[in-house]
Each structure stands twice: as structure tokens, then as C-alpha cells.
């Protein structure tokens, strides 16, 4: 069949087209040949026109910021007082201090079962905690003496969630501390003694915990944490061996 455009151009073979016939060759559309080869599609009756599914990209790593708040049940093992004091200092009870953290876990392999790294703080203090004071050849008790603990930690976690909400967690590593003393009691052999000294040291940890997200988005949960350290000290103590259990509601963000 020949086209319109052109059986009217042979109608009309003068040298100008007529305005309607140019109008109306301006107007149409390329024929539907030439649409697919300047597309490369197949035409419209052939088009795929089912819908495409759209599969979401697979979770990404998560990490997750925790605040602490809680307190600790401290054993203070030994404490060495220096040689010209002449004595060594036990706890008598186990004394509770309050503490105060944070940290963050990052997941190296995400899965059901993450594995990841942790880090964070803890810091406390204790004060008027009752101990005895052996030295001089007699015992003293004492009740006035303060200790202040800061520590920073890092190591290895696992955590899995439990149906959809329960996260569980435990995790294990390292841990530095700086602990400020102020011992004060009274000697039989050499009178009152205010012992008062800070130091450095290092030692272990272990924790377990569980968190379960709010309205807000934040989770919330509890952790257990048994921590022992050998704290070396400058001054009237020679050095502070602790160890205890910490008992910590968490509030964790996801980051």
C-alpha cells in the first residue's frame, strides 16, 4: 500500500508541498518499522508486559552503641602497702560501687550468628569501705577509704536474635584500668597512716547480656559482666589486685 505522504506529493508534483499536506506530514508519527529499529525494542504487541519483581539488597552489618548504667559487686583481693609502711590491707566485705559506660559493638560476620568486635568504658567508685589493715606485728580496722576505677575495654562478641525482637549477646577480651586509692587508718606500731596512691593496670573480662527494641527504636536490656585486674600503684600502695561482678541496665542504638 502506498503511503499517504506519498500518494499526495504525486497528486501535487509542483516544487512547493501544500501547507496541509506539510502540516500533516510534520504531525505524523514514524511509522512503527522505523520506531523499533531506532529503539531496538520488539513492537508493542511483542513487549513483555508482565511486572518486574524487585528483590530488596540482602541486610546490611550492623553496629550497635550502648550506654551503661549500673553497679559493682568489688572484692578487693590484696592491696601492698609500701615496705616503709610494713603492712597489706584486705577487704573485709564486698563493697558495691555504682558505674557508668559506654560501648560499642561493630559485627565483622553478619548472619544469624554474628561474630564482631567490642570496645567501650567503665568507670565507679567506692568509698568508706571497711577493711583490715594487718601490719606492725598487730590489726587495724579501718572504715574511711575511697577507690575510684576507670577502665577501658576491647574484645570479641557473638550476638543472635531470638525470633524477631531478642538480641543476646556475650562477649570476652581485655582490659586496661587506672584506679586511684586513699587508704587512711591507725597503726599500733606506726600511728595514723594515709596511704593515698593512683596507678595503671590491665586485666580480663567476660559479659552476657540480652537487649529488645521500644517505640522509640531504642533497645533496651541487661547486662552481666565478671571482670579481675592487677592494678600497679605509685606511692604509700604498691599495688591493687580486684575482682568482681558488674550489673548493668543497657540502652543500645543501632548505628
Known amino acids: 500500500m502506498i503511503a499517504l505522504p506519498l500518494l499526495a506529493l504525486a497528486m501535487f508534483p509542483s516544487s512547493e508541498t501544500p501547507a496541509p499536506i506539510a502540516a500533516l506530514l510534520r504531525d505524523m508519527p514514524p511509522p512503527d518499522w522505523l520506531q523499533r529499529d531506532l529503539r531496538q525494542t520488539p513492537p508493542a504487541s511483542m513487549a513483555d508486559t508482565r511486572m518486574v519483581s524487585y528483590a530488596p539488597p540482602p541486610p546490611q552489618a550492623r553496629g550497635y552503641m550502648q550506654g551503661l548504667l549500673g ?14 609502711l610494713g603492712g597489706s590491707v584486705t577487704d573485709s566485705d564486698n563493697a558495691s560501687m555504682p558505674l557508668l559506660g559506654g560501648a560499642v559493638q561493630r559485627p565483622l560476620r553478619p548472619g544469624k550468628l554474628s561474630l564482631g568486635v567490642e570496645g567501650g568504658f567503665i568507670m565507679g567508685w567506692q568509698g568508706n569501705v571497711q577493711t583490715v589493715v594487718v601490719g606492725g606485728g598487730a590489726i587495724a580496722v579501718s572504715a574511711n ?13 557473638a550476638d543472635m536474635l531470638l525470633g524477631d525482637k531478642l538480641r543476646v549477646y556475650a562477649g570476652a577480651g581485655g582490659l586496661l584500668d587506672y584506679a586511684h586509692a586513699d587508704l587512711n587508718y591507725n597503726d599500733p606500731t606506726f600511728g595514723y597512716i594515709n596511704a593515698n596512691s593512683d596507678g595503671f593496670g590491665s586485666g580480663v573480662y567476660t559479659r552476657a547480656g540480652f537487649d529488645f527494641p521500644m517505640q522509640s527504636g531504642m533497645r533496651v536490656g541487661f547486662c552481666w559482666r565478671w571482670f579481675d585486674t592487677h592494678i600497679n600503684m605509685s606511692g604509700g600502695i604498691d599495688s591493687v589486685e580486684l575482682d568482681g561482678m558488674q550489673y548493668m541496665l543497657t540502652f543500645t542504638r543501632s548505628m
Open 71 to 84: 553497679w559493682s559487686d568489688v572484692t578487693v583481693k590484696d592491696i601492698n602497702l609500701d615496705s616503709n
Open 145 to 157: 577509704n575511697d577507690l575510684f576505677l576507670m577502665e577501658g575495654f576491647a574484645g570479641l562478641y
